[in-house]
């Protein structure tokens, strides 16, 4: 696939994406800022930087309502002007958010919006509620997971409400750096598991 909806995760190994308490002021949740040590190698020749890279290189955004928040909206750029596609089950009426980003309440046209604003570069998603829809609704390609070696043992899990779907993976690159594994998933759909 030329331009994947690809999730972009940091994850404790228990599963868990943000620390207890993830609200404004705390926006990772306590320890949860821990996830993201390996960005201090974000400008490096190795894995970390690679990653890094290829983040900033999407050529859309989708993100859930809550991170789109909890990241202060990203003052309406999420990088270098690209659309960004806020996943939300409601809009406000005169909630109009900044800059290159937009409110989308159905998940398939979000998907299907995203794609055609990429061209031939991949969209990034952000957000556990953002990636759970997705897959819900068959939308989701690829999950770049960002594995740390820590057990938050609380806080907000990335797949916790996705349903009882079985989904199958398959593993396309594994990257190890100091502090972190970049592991990126194929999301098989149900005709390849059979």
């Not at 309502?65 to 409601?90: S, Y």
Request: hydrophobic share 40%; charged share 25%.
């Amino acid at each position: 696939m030329n331009n994947p909806i690809r999730l972009y995760m940091s994850m404790s190994l228990d599963g868990f994406v943000a620390g207890p308490d993830d609200r404004p002021g705390q926006e990772l949740g306590r320890d949860g800022g821990r996830l993201f040590n390996w960005l201090d190698d974000r400008k490096s020749a190795g894995p970390s930087g690679q990653v890094y890279r290829e983040a900033l290189a999407t050529g859309a955004v989708i993100s859930g309502r809550r991170t789109f928040e909890l990241a202060g909206r990203w003052q309406g750029d999420h990088h270098d002007g690209v659309p960004i596609f806020v996943l939300t089950h409601q809009v406000a009426d005169g909630d109009v958010p900044p800059g290159h980003a937009r409110f989308v309440t159905d998940v398939e046209a979000c998907a299907r919006e995203a794609r055609a604003a990429a061209g031939d570069r991949p969209v990034m998603v952000h957000g556990a509620g953002a990636a759970q829809a997705l897959l819900r609704a068959g939308q989701l390609d690829e999950m770049e997971i960002h594995l740390v070696p820590v057990l938050l043992g609380e806080g907000r899990r990335l797949f916790e409400h996705l349903g009882g779907a079985h989904i199958e993976l398959g593993l396309v690159r594994r990257l190890d750096d100091r502090d972190v594994t970049h592991l990126r998933y194929r999301v098989r759909r149900p005709e390849e598991a059979a």
